[in-house]
């Protein structure tokens, strides 16, 4: 049997709703009796795709063959979940966002209106991606990570769990975790910024603020890689 996109929202129509406005499925192959679903005018789903209890999906938003979206999950307007891909319990799709094939979005994780996260690239727990970021083709981002909005993470980058990079930020690059903080380096405008916590600072104000802390020798050790990194892409380490 072959699958096909249909228009679940003229099909849950005639569903029974309970006392909230939650569609209750009486069982359908993309859609367990009993499952509680609400879904906006024209959206479509292949039939070999999955939905799961208390997950709603947006007007005109579409989900590809095989694709599965967790409990609670928030699938937005106009968003497009491609084949495959893995949509995890409570997590949210903002509108117009793109999620490539055999992609995975972790649980509770949200990505931003816009967003483009490609083929096979995977967005850890709880991680946060902003409007209209673009994750690269089997790039890995960390557990409760947070990308800016337009920053940019390139085709198989790895940034690990709890890293932050700022907005219109590019080619990324983890440096390792030092003193409680993960370390990411990226550039903004040709000048490299570092991410630190809630800290994003060029590179020159980051050796500035931790070279006087006697206890921050391990992070100060990977600014030496991070001045590394700068010079070896050409990026000005802070404003002239």
């Not at 679903?37 to 024209?42: D, L, N, R, S």
């Not at 709603?56 to 590809?64: K, L, P, T």
């Not at 981002?141 to 690990?160: F, K, L, Y």
């Not at 380096?185 to 800290?199: F, N």
Request: proline content about 1%; some cysteine.
């Amino acid at each position: 049997m072959n699958s096909e996109q249909i228009n679940i929202s003229e099909i849950v129509a005639a569903w029974p709703k309970d006392e909230y406005g939650w569609s209750i499925s009486p069982g359908v192959e993309w859609c367990a009796a009993g499952t509680r679903i609400k879904v906006g005018e024209g959206a479509r789903i292949d039939t070999w795709a999955s939905i799961g209890e208390g997950a709603s999906i947006g007007e005109r938003a579409s989900i590809g063959a095989r694709a599965s979206i967790g409990e609670g999950a928030r699938i937005s307007a106009w968003a497009r979940i491609g084949e495959g891909a893995s949509i995890g319990e409570r997590a949210s799709i903002g509108a117009r966002a793109s999620i490539g094939e055999r992609a995975s979005i972790g649980a509770r994780a949200s990505i931003g209106e816009g967003a483009r996260i490609s083929a096979w690239a995977r967005i850890g727990e709880g991680a946060s991606i902003g409007e209209r970021a673009s994750i690269g083709a089997r790039a890995s981002i960390g557990e409760r990570a947070s990308i800016g909005a337009r920053a940019s993470i390139g085709e198989g980058a790895s940034i690990g769990e709890r890293a932050s990079i700022g907005s219109k930020s590019s080619e990324a690059v983890d440096i390792g975790f030092a003193d409680g903080y993960r370390k990411c380096i990226a550039c903004v405008d040709g000048i490299a910024y570092i991410g630190a916590g809630c800290r994003w600072f060029s590179l020159n104000d980051a050796i500035k603020h931790w070279a006087s802390k006697p206890d921050r020798v391990m992070t100060m050790a990977l600014m030496e890689s991070a001045k590394a990194i700068a010079n070896l892409k050409g990026w000005k380490w802070g404003e002239e």
